[in-house]
């Protein structure tokens, strides 16, 4: 599979989903992997795509680098304009949501008084930039809400209205709250769109970490969704290589904007600089590795030939909400979502592990190890509202097959650590 030709490739009839679409994808056929969403993976023909980019980028580069990419770059960023429903000039192009988010974040003019929202969930990195934030003077205030799952829908807009209404409101002042669109862990969906709204009517800015959604989320409507701003990472579930993230700045937020992070040479100041400029800033901000960018298009034509979007969807969805039953039918424990309205294509289920045990890094280490490391299963456990979960991802090469087996690694790896827990207990 290594030097697949896609144009060769494309003319034969679709394998099945399940194990046989694992040969066209460059991971261990040994692995119980379950854990796509958390760097993703991309097809032989994405990758062999990529490679043959660069290495006519090599070829000559500095024509390419000059010149050459330019159509490439453009072009991919019209197909990701037309799968969240915008406009091209509103999509730029960086390395990874958390970087998409910080540089949002940074171009607002802070002043005292002002308000940055987020949530207990939300994604450490970002928490810790926000903490940075409002460490740097002028010091914005920061306010936290408190999500607990198992919760509904319903309860999260409930509890997201009452906050904002709660907060301090005065003339000029800045409120920004940062959304996930889907938490990573506990891997849900939140009714984001509802919530947007609601910064609407409270005169909020809203900020999407959308890490998770573009290649998992079906449906995403920017342009009727209409969120301030909103970033989502091609690398997780749209196959892309890694790692490049999707940055959508629509018009009427352009001039907040003044700068990409780093700050590129092309960088003009709001009033002087046109609709070319702002974009091309986003290109060229340092000399850039653009494979990543350069395998989206790639990706894309895979996922159209194994069936498309839709067809994905269901298959991962359907899997995951199967795979999370079977798991906690195995454990004797339960999903975290036991009607599915929080489920997309990531499933959480509680782990057969005493919650007298809290959350420690030694704990979590031990974990990992038992599980990557000796046994070449993947799946992230966490630790949620006083109780031990894992998250698992369905993807197109999973079966049902794979959640019963890492569902019995699972149940070894916990008594194991039980067990060593027990033990160094009785030497304390």
Not at 53 to 77: C, H, M, T
Not at 407 to 422: F, G, L, P, Q
Request: aromatic share 10%; charged share 25%.
């Amino acid at each position: 599979m290594e030097n697949i030709n896609a144009a060769d490739l494309y003319k034969q009839r679709p394998p099945a989903f399940g194990h046989g679409l694992l040969k066209y994808f460059a991971m261990d056929p040994k692995s119980i992997c379950l854990n796509h969403g958390a760097f993703g993976s991309s097809p032989y023909a994405a990758l062999k795509h990529t490679y043959d980019l660069a290495l006519k980028g090599e070829s000559n580069p500095y024509k390419f680098v000059q010149n050459d990419y330019k159509p490439y770059i453009s072009d991919i960023r019209g197909k990701l304009a037309k799968l969240v429903n915008a406009q091209r000039d509103e999509i730029v192009l960086n390395n990874n949501t958390s970087t998409g988010i910080n540089t949002v974040l940074r171009n607002f003019a802070w002043e005292k008084g002002d308000i940055i929202i987020r949530f207990n969930t939300t994604f450490i990195t970002v928490y810790k930039a926000i903490d940075n934030l409002g460490d740097i003077s002028p010091l914005p205030t920061i306010s936290e809400i408190e999500l607990s799952f198992p919760t509904t829908n319903q309860q999260i807009i409930d509890l997201f209205r009452k906050h904002l209404k709660s907060l301090p409101k005065h003339p000029n002042q800045k409120r920004v709250a940062v959304i996930d669109s889907i938490v990573a862990n506990p891997g849900v969906l939140m009714p984001w769109q509802e919530l947007v709204k609601i910064c609407k009517e409270e005169g909020v800015w809203s900020v999407i970490d959308a890490a998770h959604s573009i290649g998992q989320e079906q449906n995403i409507n920017l342009t009727k969704a209409a969120p301030d701003f909103w970033v989502s990472d091609c690398h997780k579930w749209l196959y892309a290589k890694r790692g490049v993230a999707m940055l959508y700045i629509p018009e009427r937020n352009r001039p907040i904007i003044k700068t990409s992070f780093p700050t590129s040479h092309l960088y003009k100041p709001v009033a002087e600089r046109s609709v070319e400029d702002f974009v091309d800033q986003w290109i060229w901000n340092g000399t850039p590795d653009w494979s990543p960018i350069l395998s989206i298009g790639a990706a894309l034509d895979f996922r159209k030939w194994i069936g498309g979007e839709a067809k994905i969807s269901e298959y991962c969805h359907n899997l995951a909400l199967e795979g999370g039953r079977r798991m906690a039918e195995i454990f004797g424990t339960r999903v975290i979502d036991p009607n599915g309205e929080l489920t997309v294509n990531m499933v959480n289920v509680e782990l057969p592990f005493p919650d007298t045990i809290p959350f420690s890094p030694q704990i979590n280490a031990s974990f990992m190890t038992k599980m990557f490391d000796e046994r070449n299963a993947q799946s992230a456990p966490y630790y949620h509202n006083g109780r031990w979960w894992v998250r698992c991802c369905a993807q197109v090469y999973n079966e049902l097959e794979d959640f019963e087996k890492l569902a019995k690694h699972w149940i070894e790896v916990c008594d194991e650590v039980k067990r060593e827990e027990d033990s160094r207990k009785v030497k304390l």
